[in-house]
Every structure is written in C-alpha cells, then in structure tokens.
C-alpha cells in the first residue's frame, strides 16, 4: 500500500493555499467543507475565490509566497503552475513537517486527495495513489449513483438510536440483527427514519423471524456474475452456509464474511450417509434461530436433491425459502454458443442424468432418441458409452452433432464438439473431466458458429470420418440460417 487511508479532522485548523486561480478555488471549496482555517497567498486572486474569502472571512495575502507564511499550519496546498514556486513550498512544508500536497505533482507531495462521496458523517473516498484521478472520478460517480441518497441521514439517526439500542438488546446477536433490520428498512423506505427509537423497535419486532429459516439457494453453474440479486442479498446476511463441492471460490467469497462455512459436498463417496448429515445440520443450525444458506450449485431443484431437504425441513417444523438458480444445461450451454431450443431444428429439450445403472434401466430410450429435440445429459461422462450405444440403438443417427462442456462458464472452461458416435474416444483423447456437460442434437453444432465466451477453448472434433450427406445439408442450412 503506497498511500494510508486516514481522516483528518480540520475543524479550526490552520491551513494555507498558495494560489488564487481557479485549482486554488476547488481545493479551497474542499477545506471549507471541513470547516478548515484556510488563508491564501497569491499575486492574483480569481473574482470566486474574493468572493469566497469575504463570505467566509478569509485572510487573503495578495505578494508574492515568502517563507513566514508557511510556519503554524496544519497542511498546505500549492496550487500555483509556477514549477519553481511549488518546489519552494514543498521543501518549507516538509522541513517544519507539514503536510503539502502539491497539485498535480506526486514527487513534491506528502498526501494526495481522494475523490470523495459525501453523505457525512458517511464519507467513502476513492483513491487511485494519483496514477489516475480521472478513474477516481468515474468510480466516485458510480458510487454516488449506488449508494442511497439519505445514508448521511441514516448514520445520524443511528448514532441518536445508538444508547437505547444498547440498553434495549443485550446480546450482539440480537443487536445486530435489529440494526440489520432497521438499515435495509431505511434504504429501501426512507420513511423509516422518521420513527423514533420506540416506533422502530416495535416495527422491527412485527417484521423478524423469531425462528430460523432456511434458504435453499441456487448458485448457479459457476461465473458469480450468474448469481441472482436475491441470491447476494440472502448470502450477505447468512449465519451459516452449507455448501456443495461444485459451488465456485468466487461465489463463497460474496458471503458475508463471519457467517459459519460448512463444506457438505467433500465426502461425496457416502451419498446417503452425506445427505442424512446435511439434512440434520440444516435443522440443527435452524432450530438454534439462525439464518442458515443451503448453497448448491445450478438450481437446486435440478438433479440438487433440494426437494428431498424441504421435505425434510417440512418434517422438521422448519420454515425455508427457495431461491432458484441458472442451471448448468442454462449457463453452460449459453457460455458455449448451443441455444438449446431452434425454431426449425429443435423443438424440444430433455434433461436426463445418466451416470448410474438405474438410469439405463429406467430411461426411455425410445423418446430420447427421437429426431428435433435436445437432450442434455447432466453426469453423463461415466457412462456416456452406454449413452451412446443406447441412443443409436433407439435410432438417432450416430452423426447427430454433439457438445461436451467441461467446467461451464468458468475460466477454465473447455467445450468439445464432434459426433454422438465419436463421444466415448472424445471424452478419453481429451481427458475430460467433471463437471462435464452432455449436449445431443443438431443445435450441438451451432457451438462452432456462436461460441462467444472469451476464456472458452473450443475443441472441434474429427469431422473426416462423416459421410452423412443429410447431415451437411443441414449444417449449410444453419450456417446460413445463423
Ligand atoms: C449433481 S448435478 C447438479 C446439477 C445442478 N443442480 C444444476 O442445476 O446445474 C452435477 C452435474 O451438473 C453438471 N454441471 C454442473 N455445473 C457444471 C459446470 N459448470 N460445467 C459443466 N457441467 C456442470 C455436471 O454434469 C455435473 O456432474
């Protein structure tokens, strides 16, 4: 860290600004607001910065800079375009040991400023270490446009609430969930800051869970960014996370950063024993009152087992919520470029699993197999030669275009096309590994065309081995279409 982020108070401080022009003005606009001390020296003082020093009572020295000025501030601006002038200032400043900040010049300067969003007493600066005030800027205009305009208002109304909240909620736990509670009310309804402590507290005890609850919430297949809103909300005010091995870094990094993190994806061997043990936690840490996060990756109620949990939340007397998320046939197959329904090609779309015997036996093979639709196999790659074997037996062509995502809308992302017939040695010659994506149909092709993710390795198949003049056809006929 090059420069430390402090805050100085400068009430009645003596500051000086050598300078009259129009920099001198702003920087003297900044130090008002502080309710800084300021004098000014400068052979020329602009008509604003008159008017300014009159309204406020400043003294303004109009000569040239000399030395005896300089001795009793507490920091100093140079805002003058004169090189030598500026470098004369900074030595003085820095051999009385005062603080200069010389416009526009890193070398001569002991501190720079900030660009700053004022909802004082709340004050958020931004700081480039003056690389680029202009940047500063921009972010600065962002973050006025974010955050709400009555937090200055807030934090008043809370330091005014701050003895009786004190006296009212012993535990920090409770403590901190009614100033939770009454800071999302004021922003989302600024009327809340005109009750009274007593109003306030008696609104906040209608609206809480005394229970605890439990959020089933869908992560979705990887990319934070594919987080819903509702989502981010619920995370940043967890108590407790119980998460699955599939859900990314980068999404447990946006939970608040005290909640308890539980990982009950890692010993995935001992599947029954695993989800006895989740649903007794998700209980346990309910019934203590908490706001417990049951994070999965995809949408939960896609091959997620969450219907199971909420059957065993109900069960249990446990209220819970659902948040659903993008699943993996979703994300992935957008991140590749595959839409999964085309209005002439496919008109129907199948999510099937298949990565145990069971799913051989209980599939229907027949309806899977049929022409113009889409089937996405989610765990597919244990088995996908039985997937194979299974589909052509039914009758879909062994040239039916095929994708294979690996690690969807990730990074690392990997996306392979090639043949339904040529699935089993793609999967081997490429190592591919989970999570890894099925994707069946003449859509699969259309990866090659719209595959748009910047971070995605497109792997096209060995097409030498095609003799399916129908299938041609119908690619010309797509590469036309798209
Ligand atoms: C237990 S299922 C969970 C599915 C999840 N509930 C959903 O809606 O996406 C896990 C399978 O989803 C697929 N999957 C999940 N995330 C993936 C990703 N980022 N890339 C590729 N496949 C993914 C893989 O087939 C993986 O084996």
Redesign the pocket.
């Known amino acids: 860290m090059e420069y430390f982020p402090i805050t100085v108070r400068l009430q009645e401080q003596q500051c000086l600004i050598v300078g009259g022009g129009d920099i001198a003005c702003r920087k003297l606009k900044s130090l008002l607001k502080a309710d800084a001390k300021v004098s000014l020296v400068a052979l020329d003082f602009s008509d604003e910065v008159i008017e300014l020093a009159r309204k406020h009572q400043l003294p303004l020295h109009q000569q040239a800079f000399d030395k005896s000025l300089v001795e009793g501030n507490y920091l100093i601006v140079a805002a003058t375009d004169n090189q030598a002038l500026n470098q004369e200032v900074s030595e003085l400043a820095r051999q009385y040991h005062i603080w200069i900040n010389v416009v526009d010049d890193l070398e001569l300067s002991t501190f720079i400023m900030p660009a700053i969003v004022d909802r004082s007493p709340l004050l958020v600066a931004v700081s480039t270490g003056g690389v680029s005030p202009v940047l500063a800027r921009k972010i600065r205009e962002k973050l006025e446009w974010i955050l709400p305009k009555n937090l200055g208002a807030l934090l008043k109304r809370l330091k005014s609430f701050r003895p009786s909240v004190k006296k009212k909620f012993q535990d920090l736990k409770s403590k901190r969930s009614f100033s939770e509670w009454y800071i999302e009310s004021a922003i989302e309804n600024p009327d809340t800051l005109s009750h009274d402590f007593e109003e306030a507290v008696a609104l906040y005890e209608g609206a809480i869970d005394k229970e605890g609850k439990v959020f089933l919430i869908?992560a979705g297949?990887?990319d934070p960014d594919l987080l819903t809103v509702k989502a981010l909300k619920v995370l940043q005010k967890a108590d407790v996370v119980l998460h699955d091995a599939?859900v990314s870094k980068g999404i447990l990094e946006l939970v608040r950063r005290d909640a308890t993190f539980v990982n009950v994806g890692k010993r995935a061997k001992k599947h029954s024993v695993l989800q006895e043990e989740t649903n007794t936690l998700l209980v346990k840490y309910a019934q203590q009152g908490l706001s417990v996060v049951r994070l999965?990756?995809?949408?939960?109620f896609?091959?997620?087992r969450g219907g199971e949990e909420l059957e065993h939340l109900l069960d249990a007397g446990i209220n819970y919520e659902v948040v659903p998320?993008i699943?993996?046939?979703s994300?992935?197959s957008s991140y590749a470029g595959i839409p999964l329904t085309h209005r002439e090609y496919s008109q129907t779309v199948m999510f099937i699993?298949a990565h145990c015997k069971r799913s051989e036996d209980t599939l229907n093979w027949k309806s899977l197999a049929r022409e113009q639709q889409t089937v996405v196999?989610?765990?597919?790659l244990l088995r996908n030669d039985v997937l194979v074997e299974q589909l052509i037996k039914h009758g879909r062509s062994g040239n039916t275009p095929i994708a294979v995502?690996?690690?969807?809308?990730?990074p690392q992302q990997r996306v392979f096309t090639g043949r339904l017939q040529q699935l089993p040695e793609l999967v081997k010659a490429h190592d591919i590994v989970?999570?890894?994506?099925i994707v069946i149909g003449e859509v699969a092709s259309l990866a090659n065309k719209l595959d748009w993710f910047k971070h995605s390795q497109l792997i096209k198949g060995d097409e030498a081995s095609l003799n399916n003049q129908a299938l041609k056809n119908f690619e010309d006929t797509i590469k036309e279409a798209v």
């Open positions: 869908g297949p990887g599939l999965k990756g995809g949408d939960p896609i091959y997620g998320g699943t993996a046939a994300g992935c699993t196999v989610y765990m597919g995502i690996e690690n969807g809308t990730l989970s999570p890894s994506l």
